[in-house]
Nanobody, 120 residues
Framework: QVQLVESGGGLVQAGGSLRLSCAAS????????GGWYRQAPGKQRELVAT???????NYADSVKGRFIVSRDNAKNTVYLQMNSLKPEDTAVYYC??????????????WGQGTQVTVSS
């Protein structure tokens, strides 16, 4: 079964840091373009950051200078380092990526989400 599994969420005080990870299931050969999105209660899901396989990066204005997206292609894992967290960063964070398993593409695969809660 093709999956993306996020981890690393939790409760942190404002100003703190968290590192999220998004790992592809063992059947996956490669993660191509990937990214992080978030959805706060009562709001639409929004883009946080994207990273291509070649390393091109894009950030939402709200997280520029605080969040860092990265990837380890050998581990088929994408990361999101979140620093200087604010209460408004509270949301469920989702990983999304295009996956290749040697036979098929699985474009726009979503992970199950991980909760990030920032207390003031």
């Amino acid at each position: 079964q093709v999956q993306l599994v996020e981890s690393g969420g939790g409760l942190v005080q404002a100003g703190g840091s968290l590192r999220l990870s998004c790992a592809a299931s063992a059947s996956i050969l490669s993660i191509y373009d990937g990214g992080w999105y978030r959805q706060a209660p009562g709001k639409q899901r929004e883009l946080v950051a994207t990273i291509t396989r070649g390393g091109q990066i894009n950030y939402a204005d709200s997280v520029k200078g605080r969040f860092i997206v990265s990837r380890d292609n050998a581990k088929n894992t994408v990361y999101l380092q979140m620093n200087s967290l604010k209460p408004e960063d509270t949301a469920v964070y989702y990983c999304n990526a295009d996956l290749w398993d040697r036979r098929s593409w699985y474009r726009g695969t979503w992970g199950q989400g991980t909760q990030v809660t920032v207390s003031s």
